[in-house]
């Protein structure tokens, strides 16, 4: 299993422009989990998914976030337009079931300037 | 609400002595308790997990975890580290609703 897979690793924009991450879950993964994460406010959820429905996204910051699930094998987050405070590591984290715990995806590195 | 709360933000420790990290949460209803271990450009990567039964868990890497229920605690233990296991650690909690609360990470430093 090649686990969960986000890109890009790292990208660089300008604020203004539009962002949008990506993130393949495993397979059979039934929840879907979107994190941020800095040194000042360590690690944030933002919004997560069960069967493709989004179950709760009170973290998202602003209505500059938005995220899709439009079927059980890719997710995407998108940022518009982006500011220089939404620079962070962004994760993508899937699970199986809420007894098991989640299997993070390496991050994308998100610098906005 | 349930709350997960790491009592120490940064422990070092020297290599090959023993580590506890320390974790107590709070919950009012059925809890899966998690540790997580972070390396340095990383994403989080599962340790351990309790469920039910036995309170004493073991996970990867040589680490074990005690479920305490009385004291609503979820140490995490090592009786020997290696300089390896520098990392940032987290405790997580998660209840019925599916998502897990994190801690805000312990800082394990291990020294020559």
């Known amino acids: 299993d090649a686990g969960v897979i986000q890109s890009p690793r790292h990208e660089v924009t300008e604020m203004g422009q539009e962002v949008t991450l990506r993130c393949k879950p495993i397979?059979?993964?039934?929840?879907l989990f979107w994190y941020r994460q800095t040194m000042m406010r360590g690690l944030e959820l933002l919004i997560y998914f069960n069967n493709n429905v989004p179950i709760d996204d009170s973290g998202m910051p602003e209505d500059r976030f938005s995220a899709k699930m439009p079927n059980a094998s890719f997710s995407t987050l998108k940022i518009q337009p982006s500011e220089p405070r939404d620079s962070a590591v962004y994760f993508c984290?899937?699970?199986?079931?809420?007894?098991?715990?989640?299997?993070f995806g390496s991050g994308t590195r998100l610098t906005v300037v | 609400a349930q709350s997960v709360t790491q009592l120490d933000s940064q422990v070092p420790v020297f290599e090959e002595a023993p580590v506890e990290l320390r974790c107590n949460y709070s919950s009012s209803v059925s809890v899966y308790l998690f540790w997580y271990v972070q390396y340095p450009n990383q994403g989080l990567q599962l340790l351990l997990k309790y469920l039910s039964g036995s309170t004493l868990v073991k996970g990867i890497n040589g680490f074990e975890a005690e479920f305490n229920k009385s004291q609503t605690s979820f140490h995490l233990r090592k009786p020997s580290v290696h300089i390896s296991d520098t990392a940032e650690y987290f405790c997580a909690g998660r209840g019925n609703a599916g998502k897990s609360t994190f801690g805000d990470g312990t800082t394990l430093t291990v020294k020559p």
């Open positions: 397979s059979g993964h039934d929840y």
């Open positions: 984290a899937s699970s199986p079931t809420r007894t098991y715990g989640y299997t």
